[in-house]
């Protein structure tokens, strides 16, 4: 399948080698994407197909990314793949969760269950396929601490060197740990997550390092197959709704590319609407939103959240993600702190848990519910995009009654759930209990 790089730019849409080192178009400076010449693609013979691969032992069958590789063609062939048995992720039910949002039913799509505990896996795999396949030794990227979670394992089950370049003080100590056992090297820089990917994009040229931010187009590619094994999931039936939470807003590029393409291979029959939910202090995505024909993008110099995987004030693949919002008819949201610690601990009830930006879906689901932009019997599939063990210390805060938002304004915790300590007494411990 011939596959190119192409300027995401409507205007531009030159096109580049598959194999060139590029980030943004020399040309125009826009974004660029990966794009095919389809061919021969017959939905119901790969759909049969996809489903036989999962009874395969073959771990490039089993994957949830490469098992549908026909849909993200741009290797020439597969040697250069490193899975660590990525995707696969399950499509949950959550009827408590659903209650809280004043839904008939929600169904919620857990990428925490992942590898290494978020979504960036998905991507990551492809990221590091294309790194290696261009002979590079090194990659880096900057991040809010999945990325280089995910980055760090991937790049050293292939043999390639992680630099992994993070805010100081600003990401869970979860994620801090895995990129240091997977083994990157660690820079903890003293800057937001905007003003270090200036800094390392600067760097990689300079050092002839491969980067794999989310502005990488292969990283998309991968990212698309959450949303087409979520698809194989429902018969490939598509839901009215996909709610996501949004940062740098490359996974809602990743889904509106993977939507687009869906349709127009004939895999589904409608479009479903994406809704981008993100946290209050970190909103640059949802005010442009308000008014789009307004004009200029307008970064937030200084974002805050609790909900630090999403703490990012001047999203790179915004211009992607308000063409996919546009396109799908989808829209975007915002929240306050209170409402993520509250819809988290809910998920936490369903048994099934998950980080606090992938919280910000449910509250936005509920706000959406109750001013009635979704309707109480929509299908409605929330994407939960990290695991619940990956900021344990925000989860001890809430259930103690020691979480504070970024504005130092105490959150109160309406599912406080306290730890009591007891004495080593049975009669007390039963009393206690009865
Ligand atoms: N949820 C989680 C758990 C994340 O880690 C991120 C992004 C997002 C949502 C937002 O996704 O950026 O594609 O809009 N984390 C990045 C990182 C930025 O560095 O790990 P997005």
Redesign the pocket.
Known sequence: MPAELACFDAACRARFPITEVLYNCPRCGGLLEACYEWEGIDAERLKRLFRERRMSNALIDSSGVWRYRELIPFLDDLDAVVSLGEGGTPLLDGPRAARYAGLDRLALKH??FNPTG???DNGMTCGVAQAVRLGRRRVA??????????MAAYASAAGLQPVVFIPRGNISYG?LAQALEYGARTLEVEAN?DQILALVRTLADRLGIYLL??INPFRIEG?KTILIEMMDQRDWLAPDWIV???????????FGKALREMRQLGFISKMPKLA?VQAEGAAPFYEFMRRPAAGAFRAVADPETL?T??R?GD?V?WPK?WHEIASSGGLVAKVTEREIADAKAVIGQCGIG?????A?TLAGIRQLVADGRIAREADVVAVL??NLL?DPDYIYRYHTGRLEAPSGVAIPGAFANQPVVVPNDADRIAALLE
Request: net charge positive.
């Open positions: 990428q925490g978020s979504f960036k990227c900057v991040s809010t601490g999945n990325t280089s979670a995910s994620k997550f931010n989310s990212q996501l939470p949004g940062g740098n807003l490359g996974n809602t590029s990743a981008v909900a995987a999403i990012i999203p693949s993600a998950c980080e606090p930006a992938s910000a995009t990290g990956k």
